[in-house]
């Protein structure tokens, strides 16, 4: 059975998860379908929450979220003390949004540890001593780093626009930038290899990171964690510029310009969202494919996208119930036995023996709709075969019936 090609259903999350705004009534950035979550027992979450990001309790990507601020009178703001009403073209529908955007982003720049000045010492104290001391090849230092400098360039250059009010003319001009940040997240899988690798086979690299990680700038961040920086700016300015477009009126001058920049920005980030899906996609690929064993394993999971995977007590017509290892994927049920413990060559894979196909698949729940203790039945009828799967535990049966069902829908649809 091929994989074919993946469902809208999983392509259409968009990861505003985690993701606040302060400004009343503001829409979602890019309001698509909701996301499929990979599911892998025992594994760390995809996306690791850093010091400063949103997640982790810090200042990430609500950290440019739009203050309350005083205005002028008669310059189109509003102050949040007096309540005074805008005027002018460049008045904005919510009280106080635009007018501490400036300072705001003045007074944080230098302090938080996943601000603009974080790139400044990634720049300074690994990219500048690794060139200038030669510890990586040029070809080493691109496949880690990718087109980072060019991007902390452009951010430096978009700075000032926002510190002066000139929201509409700097981010128009920051947006022939943006397919920087694409080319990042697609070699985002290959840095962290290159990472690994020298961190591993390179003596002279792994003393000069622990070296650098220690010093007091960088609070404890790792290099893997501040390789991800620029991801994380670009969602920051996904709200930013949402926030402004949102809470300009049409008459004012910079009123198209923000909306454009919004729409490029907000498609930006969504093929960036889409690269890293596709990226842990292939990690956890890579990994079933490893541990199913045997001719028949080979291919199994090319092409496919992983939903989740977990063990389930197979229910025959006569007989104890057996445990076997299952794999969802976007089309098919894998079902994989465990070889045994004491095999020589295979031990701690599984092999497969069956696969099923989620178009021909009728899904129904014997038992376990009460939410008790006990578990549930779930029965899966395939054209030639019928299915009784059994799980003692409520909350992982009510995730399968989810899982499943969706996978079902999106094939026969």
């Not at 360039?153 to 000139?166: C, I, K, R, V, W």
């Not at 000069?208 to 300015?237: A, C, H, W």
Request: aromatic share 6%; with cysteine; net charge positive.
């Amino acid at each position: 059975i091929s994989g074919g090609p993946r469902p809208e259903a999983w392509s259409a999350g968009h990861g505003d998860v985690g993701r606040r705004r302060t400004v009343p009534g503001a829409r979602a950035a890019c309001p698509l379908g909701a996301e499929a979550h990979l599911h892998c027992p025992g594994a760390a979450a995809d996306r690791a929450a850093l010091p400063g990001t949103a997640g982790a309790g810090g200042h990430g990507a609500a950290a440019l979220a739009l203050p309350y601020g005083a205005g002028t009178p008669g310059d189109g703001r509003v102050s949040a003390r007096s309540g005074t009403a805008p005027r002018g073209p460049g008045a904005v529908r919510q009280h106080g949004e635009r007018a501490g955007v400036p300072q705001f982003l003045a007074a944080r720049r230098p302090r938080s540890p996943c601000s603009l000045g974080s790139g400044v010492l990634l720049l300074q104290y690994f990219v500048g001593i690794l060139r200038a001391k030669g510890t990586l090849r040029a070809a080493e230092r691109h496949a880690l780093f990718g087109p980072w400098e060019l991007i902390y360039g452009a951010s430096q250059d978009l700075l000032p626009y926002l510190e002066g009010g000139h929201w509409g003319q700097g981010l128009e001009s920051f947006c022939p930038h943006l397919e920087l940040y694409t080319q990042f997240a697609a070699n985002a899988e290959k840095s962290r290899t290159t990472l690994q690798e020298q961190l591993k086979k390179n003596k002279r690299f792994r003393r000069f990171v622990r070296l650098q990680e220690g010093r007091p700038e960088f609070g404890s961040l790792r290099l893997q964690d501040l390789l991800p920086l620029p991801l994380q700016r670009l969602q920051q300015y996904e709200n930013l510029v949402m926030a402004l477009a949102e809470n300009t009126v049409p008459s004012s001058p910079d009123h198209q310009q923000l909306t454009r920049a919004a729409r490029l920005i907000s498609e930006t980030a969504q093929r960036v969202h889409s690269i890293g899906q596709r990226q842990r996609n292939d990690q956890h690929l890579r990994r079933i494919q490893a541990l199913l064993s045997g001719r028949q394993a080979k291919g199994l999971t090319s092409g496919r996208w992983f939903l989740r995977q977990g063990w389930l007590l197979v229910v025959p017509p006569r007989g104890e119930p057996r445990p076997r290892m299952f794999f969802l994927f976007s089309d098919v049920l894998l079902m994989a036995k465990p070889r045994p413990p004491l095999h020589l060559l295979q031990s701690g894979t599984f092999a497969c023996r069956a696969l099923y196909p989620m178009a021909q698949c009728q899904l129904h729940r014997v038992f376990g709709h009460s939410g008790g203790p006990c578990g549930g039945l779930l029965s899966l009828s395939f054209p030639h075969e019928k299915l009784l799967l059994m799980c003692t535990d409520q909350e992982e049966l009510l995730h399968w019936h989810h899982s499943l069902t969706l996978a079902i829908s999106s094939q026969k649809n």
